[in-house]
């Protein structure tokens, strides 16, 4: 079974995130960065899926600056086979469409019977490039997965999706696209030894000019602002609790006017 | 003529709240531009609901009817959206960032080579360009953003924009449609849907969230509380409360969770960390009831109570049945 899984290295979530002084980004300095906790689930689902069938490889497919190889690494560590890193300063800001463009490109070029994706990066927040990968592959794509099972041979997966206020099961064939989703699974720990090992896989470096692809961008930003600050507001402290939900209650409908 | 079309959501045979915000800000750009807007149903339910549609101003509804269309599926209906994209050839076109507009608006947007303006709060024109505001890192902070080709595709995220009535006359055009069934797609085996009518938390008005002190799976005060405010409210959990096994892994709020904009946020026994502030800060109104008095949440709390969750929410509850029943 062959799965490739694309990764995301975004700010941990514990990020204070700073809009810089010009508004053109965020304040980069002093970051932790992570495997975006959806790609994590896409990675234990693809190893589960290897080690299901005792076959196949999975290949971690990267695009992001140099820092990127970390995230790549880890997934190595919890025992994914190789990874694919696109690293071009074109690409690395990519928008979703451009940034599936590069993956599909990248797809090509490897074999897989699944590809995952998670839902969304926490970062940018599109939840965008797995659909658009899938549409530029011409793949069946089933978003917000929280269970996958794969048939006996490889063609077919009955996959469990999320939808509003419920659940779909739906029968897709192989190849497909699916974006990993909350309940999936529980993605394990990289292990000393994984680590070990990790140093020595392969991790394979690509530039656009690799891929043929061109990074002309499809969206621009601008503008980026911080929320504005919420001030703490009335704290009822030492009331009894018949008296405190009385004063809150009437506070919303009388002073907030929101019931 | 610059032309606004929206993609009106219909689920479980009611066509959704979203397509008339959609509607709504359509209307708007429409008009700045000198344009019309469209909107486009799927399935043979949709006709029925036109005259709701021109009420929010939509001056022609296309209603795209074929055996494939009568569930949702994302092939088949990215392909059917595509298709009105390029007979009518809207300069701006609309879809809610709903669990079903994630999935139906990146391929849509993939299929027409364009980009896909996600999850925006605010629009605004500058010239014909669109311009949507959105978070970003959970709501830490926001950017605009812009396409660079046309059409321009943006989704919109559920209960934000204002609904605001501005009647058309209104027609209705049915469109006989054929997708492409070479193309690989899934097919749905089953389909459960809670049909209790309970919203979906991105659409809740009120949302009554639960923590680390509720202590267990007992929610039962907190679906109370959303009971008595009604169908419009919901309940959600933080993610302690989710990873420890007490509520679905669909009702966490926050950073790896679903980001909520509610009128008003009841955070039960929820300390508040910067993940779940993240998420739910743009809330209204929050409230929140914690035994701790130095709990993060009480520093964006615009109603804070110290006390125990489970002596306050009985009485918060008794005390809100009888001023709504009033």
């Known amino acids: 079974m062959k799965s490739l899984v694309c990764l995301k290295q975004v700010p941990d979530t514990e990020t204070q995130i700073k809009v810089n002084a010009d508004g053109t980004g965020i304040v980069t300095d002093g970051i932790k960065y992570v495997i975006n906790p959806y790609d994590e689930f896409s990675v234990e689902e693809a190893l589960r899926l290897k080690e299901k069938f005792k076959e196949g490889e999975v290949v971690i497919l990267t695009i992001g600056p140099d820092r990127a190889t970390e995230a790549i690494r880890t997934a190595l560590a919890m025992g994914a086979d190789r990874g694919v890193h696109v690293s ?59 269970k996958v099972e794969v048939s006996d041979d490889k063609k077919s997966a009955v996959v469990e999706r999320d939808v509003e206020g419920g659940k779909e099961i739906v029968e897709v064939s192989l190849p497909c696209v699916v974006t990993s989703q909350k309940g999936l699974n529980e993605p394990r720990y990289a292990s000393l030894p ?66 | 003529m610059s032309n606004v079309m929206i993609y009106g ?17 359509g209307r708007k750009l429409a008009d700045s531009m000198g344009g019309e807007l469209a909107a486009v149903l ?22 795209l009817e074929a055996p494939e269309l009568e569930t949702y599926n994302s092939e088949f209906y990215a392909q059917a959206l595509a298709h009105m994209v390029g007979e009518k050839k809207p300069e ?13 608006a990146p391929r849509t947007a993939a299929k027409l080579g364009v980009g896909h303006i996600a999850d925006c709060i605010a629009f605004e024109l500058d010239g014909t360009t669109l311009v949507g505001k959105r978070p970003m890192y959970a709501g830490k902070c926001y950017a605009q953003w812009s396409s660079t080709v046309s059409p321009q595709l943006a989704s919109a995220r559920p209960n934000v924009l204002e609904t605001a009535e501005n009647p058309k006359a209104g027609t209705v ?79 966490q709020v926050g950073q790896t969770g679903k980001t909520v904009t509610p009128n008003l946020y009841v955070a039960c026994g929820i300390s508040g960390s910067i993940q779940h502030l993240a998420g739910m800060g743009s809330s209204k109104v929050i409230v929140a009831v914690n035994k701790d008095p130095e709990a993060p949440i009480f520093t964006k709390a615009d109603y804070g109570i110290v006390g125990d969750l489970f002596k306050v929410v009985p009485e918060f509850n008794k005390e809100l049945k009888t001023l709504l029943a009033e």
């Open chain 2, 173 to 251: 055009e049915k469109v006989a449609f054929s997708p492409d069934t070479s193309r690989p797609t899934y097919k749905t085996k089953e389909l459960s849907l809670d049909t209790s009518g309970k919203v979906d938390l991105t659409e809740a008005e009120i949302i009554v969230s639960g923590g680390r002190g509720m202590g267990g799976t007992d929610y039962s005060l907190l679906e109370e509380m959303a009971g008595i405010f009604g169908p419009t409210a919901t309940v959600g959990a933080s993610r302690a409360a989710v990873d420890a096994g007490w509520r679905p892994h669909s009702d």
């Open chain 1, 88 to 146: 071009d300063e074109a690409l690395n800001q990519a928008d979703p469409l451009v940034s599936a463009q590069a993956l599909a490109a990248a797809a090509a070029q490897l074999q897989y019977d699944i590809i995952f994706c998670g839902h969304r990066a926490i970062d940018d927040d599109f939840a965008a490039t797995g659909a658009m990968l899938a549409e530029l592959l011409k793949l069946p794509q089933v978003t917000l997965v929280t």
């Open chain 1, 194 to 259: 994984g680590i070990m090992k990790a140093k020595k896989k392969p991790i394979d470096k690509k530039t656009a000019a690799d891929l043929g692809v061109s990074a002309d961008p499809k969206l621009q930003s601008k503008n980026y602002t911080m929320p504005p600050e919420r001030q703490a507001g009335k704290k009822f402290e030492g009331l009894e609790p018949e008296e405190a939900a009385k004063v809150v209650v009437q506070a919303l409908r009388n002073e907030a006017k929101i019931i």
């Open chain 2, 92 to 104: 701006i076109l609309l879809i809610s960032h709903s669990m079903q507009g994630k999935d139906l």
């Open chain 2, 42 to 63: 799927m399935g043979p339910q949709g006709e029925q609901f036109a005259p709701d549609l021109a009420r929010y101003g939509v001056d022609t509804v296309y209603v």
């Open chain 2, 9 to 25: 959501e219909i689920k479980a045979g009611k066509i959704k709240k979203s397509a008339f915000e959609l509607a709504s800000q």
